[in-house]
């Protein structure tokens, strides 16, 4: 009898470390989010809050990060085509950035578009008048 106690005990352990395991992979993986943001590293930071949600962690800041590099990164691609009202629109949408490391980078592009814009207007009036 207690052969049996003490492998449903240690079967219980082996189920609760496993699911520790899956605990701090989704943990590191937010770490490295982390510090990959700060260092401006948007690929590397998505992949990393990504495999942090694929892992169980029920934070809803990893999906809100996330979404945000996502959007960052559709709105710079659409400025290097030119695709300045796009570009605009995109950026505009996003919220909740500001307290991310990411926060400097999104206003810099907002300023950016938004002075693109004013110049490509002044210039289009110029050439009409």
Known sequence: MRKIAGLFLSAFTLVGLAGCGENSLAVKAVEQGK????SH???EAESSFEMA???GSKDSEEKEVVEIIKAFKESSELFEQGDLNNAKKVISSMNNYSKYAINEEIEMLKKT???TIVLMMSLLNKSIV
Request: proline residues 0%; aromatic residues 8%.
């Open 35 to 38: 510090l990959a943001l700060a």
């Open 41 to 43: 590293e948007y690929d």
């Open 53 to 55: 949600i694929k892992e």
């Open 113 to 115: 578009i938004e002075e």
